[in-house]
């Protein structure tokens, strides 16, 4: 299971806070358990460099860059293809979706 737990903790600790929008805690989910379905490690693994990005969100909003979906932003998770879109005003990063970048992004 996704350690949403962890991810609201350390979101308190950020020079922006972070949210998370239902529907990406569940995107994320999903993609986890796709790939630890396969192979545990590697679905640990992307969950950890996932936790990384969002820290470096929660104190560089600007690292991703604009979508062509007005306020939004995206950001590549390295090697990974994961994909995360979020908005952010002068306290809040929001994490809006988490795709994989062979997903369709409806």
Do not use: C
Not at 42 to 57: C, N, Y
Not at 74 to 83: A, D, I, P, R, S
Request: no cysteine; charged share 25%; aromatic share 10%.
């Amino acid at each position: 299971m996704l350690p949403t737990k962890r991810l609201r903790q350390f979101s308190r600790s950020m020079a922006y806070r972070i949210r998370f929008k239902r529907k990406a805690l569940k995107q994320l989910d999903a993609l986890y358990q796709y790939i630890a379905e396969g192979n545990p490690e590697s679905g640990r693994k992307i969950l950890e460099r996932v936790h990384v990005v969002f820290v470096r969100l929660g104190l560089f909003p600007l690292l991703g860059h604009p979508s062509d979906e007005g306020t939004v932003h995206v950001l590549v998770v390295g090697k990974t293809g994961l994909l995360i879109f979020y908005t952010f005003n002068t306290d809040t990063v929001t994490i809006v979706r988490i795709l994989h970048e062979r997903q369709e992004r409806n």
